[in-house]
Nanobody, 124 residues
Framework: QVQLVESGGGLVQVGGSLRLACAAS????????MGWFRQAPGKERDFVAAVNWSGVITYYADSVKGRFTISRDNAKNTVYLQMKSLKPEDTAVYYC?????????????????WGQGTQVTVSS
């Protein structure tokens, strides 16, 4: 069992930065692929980024490439999402999630554990 708790969301102006953190419980954190997804009101939950167990391999949605960076610290059981050059369209609830398999990491299916989400609002 893995429990995930996100933090770091908030209100930021266009062009600003935020760093989200997701703290995980459980001794098997380092064996999971960790992902970030986001969901805007009335829209589906979309993939943002993912990182493999070691932190070496990362995946990004085209919409955030070059602006967002995902990383993890297995010693702290934490995964991060550094967000820069934020745009109004980045406004959403951001969720972290964990899955055992590195296959199809951009899909919500396969992620066994989800956090409760943290709101990110980018004002223009």
């Amino acid at each position: 069992q893995v429990q995930l708790v996100e933090s770091g969301g908030g209100l930021v102006q266009v062009g600003g930065s935020l760093r989200l953190a997701c703290a995980a419980s459980g001794r098997t954190f380092s064996s999971y692929v960790m992902g970030w997804f986001r969901q805007a009101p009335g829209k589906e939950r979309d993939f943002v980024a993912a990182v493999n167990w070691s932190g070496v391999i990362t995946y990004y949605a085209d919409s955030v490439k070059g602006r967002f960076t995902i990383s993890r610290d297995n010693a702290k059981n934490t995964v991060y999402l550094q967000m820069k050059s934020l745009k109004p369209e980045d406004t959403a609830v951001y969720y972290c999630a964990a899955r055992p398999s590195p296959v199809e990491v951009t899909r919500t299916t396969g992620y066994n554990y989800w956090g409760q989400g943290t709101q990110v609002t980018v004002s223009s």
